[in-house]
């Protein structure tokens, strides 16, 4: 409250300095407001993760480029965010939330720009380096913006917005993204999170308040360094492996790299006295089960979108366009059960909410794999997918607000990091072990079929579907005949991996009943202080 005395500026003044001195806010219309702002911002960087898929043949065209180096055009974006997330989120806590997310944003929206008028991959591959950085940036904020600022009673819907569109924001990007692809050029890709990042930094200068944790340890840099090490060795095993062989020369060194890397850093943190993050924190239920959930649920979702979109285009034979959009009804059934989720959790516990959502997860995957069929449509696999939106969004938020509520409001970014790392980790993995086996059982599949035809079949048509249908060009009277054939043994390959993806998730459903969140009542659950952490 401010003196009477006060004239109005002074005072209107005062409570500006009052609400980024104590970062929750009071006023509904501006904690709206906020979670507007991190999730216009958030959206700008998931779609930046997926919207590049569907022009790889217009960067192989426009700079010559082969397929390994349009992967790194797509790939090096998400090294560098995973890599940094946990360091620059770190540097949120310390040097203020606000700052570090208009920095992000700016960083991002520059280095979006770049990429949209680059002229050769050199730059291309440099301006998406840059842009991984400006989402590192943003990304771990986002959340810790929600979480510092809502009060406790609307945290958990705040935080069910934000896995919304985390979760079903990358289908939107993809979606909008082959609509811009189509009907103008790639290089309007990159508008579309130039105008977010735009919309998004001018809503944070006006209603984020700032918020920052004050330390008196050093700023954990040893940590730092040797967390990206582990990060960047780790994931670009899991990109590069199913590309390039787990055993070639470059896959070892990334391996090695990576878990010398996570060794001196879990070594590193238990001895600090303020870690960048306390890995004992892990004995945790709520942080070691949410964690574990995220990993799996990401994974078997990125690797649902590497079978399901080949299926579309290959064996359906559909555009990028209406492929993506045949994905929706499953990204907007996911967001809005990430909305209802906290609404459940309150009802039956988060346990029961994410055991729910993993076991309708598990459903949806034995559905298509037990209907899937080339003549069976887009029907044989959209109840499947119906099942799988609904529980990746039951399990997702209750997943994410265990790991944010394991760690005091003071280390909210490196809790919102490690949500974000583990999300990027569970996509890797899911892409190379899914990827494996439906790369794997496409070719078992293939050559007794391929075998049977009156004539050669070109080498091409045993690597992949892809190859296999361009090589029906020139099979003449046997095109159709290689055409089923190599259909048949996608979708051979497709019902293996989603098996597999089902003994994942019936894995984590113990898993989850066994060792997930308890529930308590909201007065033995108080927040903890940052002098109680340190």
Not at 226 to 242: D, K, T
Not at 261 to 276: C, K, N, S, T, Y
Request: net charge neutral.
């Amino acid at each position: 409250m401010t003196s009477p005395s006060l004239s109005p500026q002074v005072a209107a003044v005062a409570e500006a300095a009052a609400a980024d001195s104590d970062p929750t806010i009071h006023d509904p219309r501006r904690r709206r407001a906020v979670l507007i702002a991190v999730c216009i911002a958030l959206m700008a960087v998931i779609a930046s993760v997926s919207g590049l898929n569907v022009a790889q043949q217009e960067f192989a065209v426009a700079f010559g480029a082969s397929q390994s180096t349009v992967l790194w055009i797509i790939n090096i974006y998400t090294i560098t965010l995973a890599a940094l997330l946990l360091p620059l989120g770190a540097v949120g806590d310390r040097w203020g939330r606000k700052p570090v997310l208009l920095a992000g944003l700016v960083v991002f929206g520059a280095a979006s720009a770049a990429a949209g008028l680059a002229t050769s991959t050199e730059i291309m591959i440099t301006a998406r380096l840059l842009s991984g950085i400006g989402a590192a940036m943003i990304m771990p904020i986002t959340l810790a913006v929600i979480t510092s600022t809502f009060p406790e009673k609307e945290r958990s819907r705040a935080i069910g917005v934000w896995t919304a569109v985390a979760g079903g924001g990358g289908l939107l990007g993809m979606y909008l993204s082959a609509f811009l692809v189509d009907v103008a050029d790639w290089r309007w890709l990159f508008a579309l999170p130039v105008a977010l990042v735009v919309v998004a930094a001018g809503m944070t200068i006006r209603y984020v308040p700032n918020s920052r944790e004050e330390s008196s340890h050093p700023f954990d840099t040893i940590g730092s360094l040797s967390s990206v090490l582990a990060a960047v060795g780790l994931i670009f095993v899991l990109h590069e492996g199913p590309e390039h062989g787990w055993t070639a020369p470059a896959t070892l060194v990334g391996l090695l790299v990576g878990v010398l890397g996570a060794v001196v850093f879990v070594a590193w943190e238990l001895r600090r006295r303020a870690p960048l993050l306390d890995v004992r924190l892990f004995r945790h239920r709520g942080l070691s089960s949410g964690s574990v959930s995220l990993l799996a649920v990401f994974g078997v979702q990125a690797g649902i979108f590497v079978v399901l979109f080949p299926y579309f285009q290959a064996v359906l034979g559909w555009s990028g366009l209406r492929s993506t959009l045949a994905m929706m009804p499953m990204a907007l059934l996911m967001m809005v059960a990430s909305g209802l989720a906290p609404r459940v959790a309150a009802l039956v516990g988060a346990r029961a909410t994410m055991a729910a959502g993993i076991f309708l997860g598990g459903a949806g995957l034995a559905l298509m794999a037990s209907f899937v069929s080339v003549d069976g449509g887009y029907l044989s696999v959209l109840p499947g997918m119906l099942a799988m939106g609904l529980g990746m969004g039951l399990s997702m938020t209750p997943s994410t607000e265990a790991i944010t509520s394991a760690l005091p409001r003071s280390r909210q970014g490196t809790a919102s990091a490690l949500n974000d790392v583990t999300r990027e980790f569970g996509a890797a993995l899911g892409v190379a072990l899914l990827g494996a086996i439906v790369s794997a059982g496409y070719r078992n599949a293939v050559d007794p079929r391929l075998d049977e035809l009156a004539v050669d079949a070109p080498d091409g048509a045993r690597e992949g579907i892809a190859t296999a249908l361009a090589a029906a060009d020139d099979a003449g009277p046997y095109a159709d005949e290689l055409v089923r054939a190599a259909q048949q043994s996608f979708v051979d390959g497709w019902q293996q991996a989603m098996w597999v993806g089902v003994g994942v998730m019936v894995l984590l459903f113990g898993y989850v009943l066994a060792r997930g969140p308890q529930r308590r009542p909201r007065a033995e659950q108080p927040e903890p202080t940052p002098e109680q952490v340190m």
